[in-house]
């Protein structure tokens, strides 16, 4: 089967190389040469990834018959509606189903229109000054947060980055002032517990599972500085979290079950992995945000632990045909970013880095590709995220040194990597503040 792929971050490689696995015949466009997506591509477009005609054109010339589209961006572009129309079968939602994501309105009216599980108290404004006033009356702790797209920043939290009414005001002024997101302001409740990402496989009605990972948005070891793509993130060998529970785990499930079948009855059926960005409370599982896509570097975790032929799933959520469960190893992952340095502020790109990919695998770890490209031979950073180490093993402890030892086949001057991800400090911190907070909860 000919497949083109659409996004060149480490995700698109993740992705790219399971499709690969699957004997597809792959035909990539990214926006930048990501070389491991080349290694594996029998050939590939740099544009823009979402110039839908220019993409649609070179999917028409390579005769495309099915596509997998990473990043969100292409999806609000319409990107699928066009591919659609050609007779390209997209495991990827059209851009009226992608509103989950690009719209954080959307979603939150859906959940509560069919009364559905996990909602926080919002309230969405087209004017400052009706938001502002808002922020004068509401009672409980908030987040301010552009409603469209901003490329996971955008989000300021109180108690983090807002202190007052009068910095939440602040903010508000500059979403509309500088058009931040392009669709106004959403102000939600805040919720206060553990972060979890439960991404699933949906072919517009049915879904299955991925399992659990927990991303480390912070810049810095310690979660401290600015809010980042993600630097890094891990799962467990049981495809749950050690502070998150099967029950918990099965309602985040229902959750997205219930949005899939409100979609379905909306008219906007959705198809392709659907990404749920979870805080589990004492009340169990809120919803933080719904994406229209894999998580990155989630993706890098889960995909190379699938048992199921990744083509395969594809064409079944493009055909709407998704029947059994798809299967993951029971393996833990610990992946970390190695980043330019200023990421997450001023990233400084253009150093130079080196990979030794066989020595990374013989340390039992995966290596994948992101912002980086050849320049005269050589591997150079970009201004995003550089390359993705991820290391695989029976236990989340033998998975992180896995990684590590990894981490030392790959040397780049100006880089850095959150070496605290998976870590057992760092895990059991997550542990003793579940803890605390149910224990202050029965209090
Ligand atoms: P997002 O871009 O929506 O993932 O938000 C970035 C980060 O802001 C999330 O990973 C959370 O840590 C935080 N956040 C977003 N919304 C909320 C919320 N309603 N309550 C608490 N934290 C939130
Ligand atoms: N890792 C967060 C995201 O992909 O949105």
Do not use: W
């Not at 959940?111 to 969405?124: D, M, P, T």
């Amino acid at each position: 089967m000919i497949f083109l792929t659409v996004g060149g971050g480490g995700r698109e490689h993740a992705a790219v190389e399971a499709l690969h696995r699957s004997g597809a015949e792959i035909h990539a466009v990214m926006k930048t040469a990501n070389p491991g997506i080349i290694a594996l591509a029998k050939d590939y477009l740099l544009a823009p990834e979402t110039d839908v005609e220019t993409v649609c054109a070179y999917a028409a010339k390579v005769g495309a018959q099915f596509a997998f589209i990473g990043p969100e961006a292409p999806l609000e572009a319409g990107l699928v509606d066009a591919l659609e129309r050609q007779g390209v079968a997209c495991a990827a939602p059209t851009a009226n189903a992608a509103r989950i994501e690009t719209s954080k309105t959307f979603m939150r009216e859906l959940v509560r229109k069919y009364g559905i599980e996990g909602n926080l108290a919002f309230a969405s404004f087209n004017n400052k000054e009706e938001a502002v006033r808002y922020l004068e009356t509401v009672a409980h702790e908030i987040v301010v947060k552009p409603v469209g797209l901003t490329g996971g920043k955008g989000v300021k939290v109180q108690g983090e980055h807002i202190h007052t009414i009068e910095d939440a005001a602040e903010y508000v002024g500059e979403i509309f002032s500088e058009n931040i997101g392009g669709a106004g302001v959403i102000i939600e409740e805040k919720a206060v517990g553990e972060e979890f990402t439960l991404m699933v496989f949906c072919d517009g009605r049915k879904i299955s599972p991925m399992p659990l990972v927990q991303d480390h948005k912070r810049a810095f070891e310690g979660d401290v500085g600015p809010n980042t793509g993600g630097m890094g993130s891990y799962s467990d060998a049981d495809h749950l979290l050690p502070f998150v529970e099967k029950k918990d785990m099965k309602q985040a499930l229902r959750i997205l079950r219930d949005i899939v079948d409100a979609m379905a009855k909306e008219g906007c059926p959705y198809r392709g992995p659907m990404y749920g960005q979870f805080m589990l409370t004492v009340d169990g599982p809120k919803i933080i945000e719904i994406n229209a896509r894999f998580g990155d570097p989630e993706a890098m975790n889960v995909l190379p632990l699938l048992k199921s032929d990744f083509a395969d799933v594809c064409m079944r959520m493009a055909r709407g045909n998704l029947e059994s469960d798809v299967e993951f190893s029971r393996k833990a992952t610990v992946c970390k970013y190695v980043v330019p340095e200023g990421y997450g502020t001023r990233p400084v790109p253009g150093a130079g880095i080196k990979v030794d990919v066989e020595a990374a695998r013989a340390a039992g770890a995966e290596v994948f590709f992101a912002n980086v490209e050849e320049v005269g031979g050589k591997l150079v950073t970009g201004t995003s995220r550089s390359i993705g180490v991820v290391g695989i093993a029976d236990t989340l402890e033998k998975a992180e040194r896995n990684c590590e030892e990894a981490l030392k086949h790959v040397v780049c001057d100006g880089c850095f990597v959150r070496h605290d991800i998976g870590k057992k400090e760092l895990v059991q911190r997550r542990v003793d503040h579940m803890e605390r907070l149910r224990a202050a909860h029965v209090d």
